[in-house]
């Protein structure tokens, strides 16, 4: 039997491959009403609220207690499994699967030290290689050196969500607060960083492509897009100012409506790629 894969909610996996994951959920509070991410609320009636919601919501890490007992049903099974959450830096939903699978010797725990698609790339990797038949042991920390070849990289339309949720500091935020400007963010060492800002949506779509290109992109391997908001509008502008890019893999290329707790950070407007380095630069 193939090594199980279980992540937490706030990996987002290409729609084709969702059921041959088990996925813990993280919650989401309007106000005083609580929300199990993916479960009492979808993706659009996230975005409905949060659109129309006055406060941010507020976004909790899932608890040992979940984790355990997905994990009990998996022993029970008599089945293994790798883990591959948010990064630890990000979150303490790690940490909670951590301590769970203390009392699991059929559970490995892997920390993607990424977020959202750049997660998601790594644990559609980590089904293929479950498929090839490779063990339990083996497979942990082989995905512990992959996730170090996966780039992430996001425009989004303010940093204002990413303040508000304490993810970076006000001053990064003010500094990309005016003038129409877009910032491109990465994850660097499991955090968020900025990697640079430009004045409207196209120039900010031509630094997401340089970036890319200086990394290249194995097509080999997990490559998946995502956006925040109600719309694919603006990923498929992306899609379209960066054609170049993808050569013969346009009409073929993956698309995810981020999850409900990185919609609460990344706030809607936002454009987002994962891939595999390939390391040959273009």
Not at 80 to 89: K, Q
Not at 207 to 223: C, H, K, Y
Not at 241 to 252: I, R
Request: aromatic share 6%; with cysteine.
């Amino acid at each position: 039997m193939a090594v199980r894969i279980v992540t937490d909610s706030t990996v987002d996996i290409a729609e084709q491959y969702k059921k041959s994951f088990t996925v813990v959920p993280l919650t989401v509070s309007f106000g005083e009403t609580v929300y199990i991410d993916g479960v009492t609320l979808n993706k659009q009636d996230f975005y409905q609220k949060l659109v129309s919601s006055a406060e941010l919501p507020k976004t909790s890490q899932a608890t040992p207690d979940a984790f355990g007992k997905v994990f009990r049903e998996l022993q029970e099974k008599g089945e293994e499994a790798v883990v591959i959450t948010v990064s630890s830096r990000l979150s303490g939903t790690y940490q909670s699967a951590r301590i769970a699978a203390e009392d699991y010797p059929n559970i490995r725990v892997v920390d993607s030290m990424n977020v959202s698609i750049a997660s998601g790339v790594l644990a559609e990797y980590a089904l293929r290689c479950a498929s090839d038949g490779m063990g339990l042991d083996e497979l942990a920390q082989h995905l512990t050196q992959k996730r170090e070849e996966i780039g992430l990289v996001a425009m989004v339309d303010t940093l204002e969500y990413l303040k508000k949720g304490g993810r970076i500091s006000g001053a990064a935020a003010l500094a990309g607060g005016v003038l129409n400007i877009k910032p491109v963010i990465t994850v660097k060492g499991g955090e968020i960083a900025i990697l640079g800002k430009a004045r409207g949506s196209k120039k900010a779509n031509n630094l997401l492509a340089e970036q890319i290109n200086r990394d290249g992109v194995d097509f080999s391997m997990p490559l998946l897009l995502g956006y925040t908001g109600l719309s694919d509008d603006m990923l498929r502008q992306y899609i379209r100012d960066s054609q170049a890019l993808w050569k013969d893999h346009v009409d073929t290329l993956d698309c995810v409506q981020l999850c409900s707790v990185i919609g609460t950070h990344a706030g809607p407007g936002a454009v987002a790629v994962a891939y595999f380095k390939s390391g040959e630069v273009k």
